[in-house]
């Protein structure tokens, strides 16, 4: 699985494997857009679900009240 993913990574973005090509109706502006891996490993394709992630921690789990103690007993 690892190794599939770590396939799917280095030949993410890659025109070779596929893309859309868009064409502005207007002016005629051609944009290619290559197809992506969407891989849990990718920085490209997993960005919007780590930032996802870290939203809903900031939201939900560092938004409680908390202290941190240190307890330490004297050996002596």
Known sequence: MVI???EKF???GDLKNGFKLLVCEACH???IVPFHCKGRFCTTCSSGETEE???M????????DHRHVI???DEG
Do not use: G, L, N, Y
Request: with cysteine; proline share 0%.
């Open 29 to 31: 502006d051609v944009k």
């Open 53 to 55: 992630w870290s939203r």
């Open 57 to 64: 921690i900031a939201e939900e789990v560092v938004q409680v």
């Open 71 to 73: 307890f330490t007993i």
């Open 4 to 6: 599939k993913e770590v």
């Open 10 to 12: 280095h030949r993410c």
